[in-house]
């Protein structure tokens, strides 16, 4: 029985693990799309951001479900989680998972938040990641 717990460990382990790469990788294509008034870098922060809220729920052994809205995934943490003070200005980010991505009926394209904003918040969730890295995974 302790063989297959420490498998089922390893394997939540090496998960949380391809998340964090993941994620780390959309800060980093977020952070080349800012730099270019690109309008797909907000976008990136919020699949960092999407990422990250993953790792913590899957760290207390709950299930993330398919939701792309951070404030409905964060809730879904326990209320003592000190990640949620942490989490909750990335909330700001959830339309540009979906609604910014397309144009409207009228055919307007939405407008891109300031890039160097955008620029600024994936470095903060770079930062994040790493401090999850440290804490969740070992490193």
Known sequence: MSGERSRGTDRKKERLKALLHLAEEDTKAAK????????????????????????????????????????????????????????APLHKYTPYATTYRYATSSGRVPTSPDPKGVATDAAHISALIVEARKQFVGG
């Open 32 to 87: 080349l799309l800012a730099a270019d008034d690109n309008h797909y870098a907000a976008y990136h922060c919020q699949q960092a951001a999407e990422k990250l809220v993953r790792v913590l729920l899957l760290f207390h052994n709950i299930e993330p479900g398919l939701d792309h809205h951070l404030d409905v995934l964060v809730a879904k943490l326990p209320e003592t989680e000190p990640w949620k003070t942490k989490l």
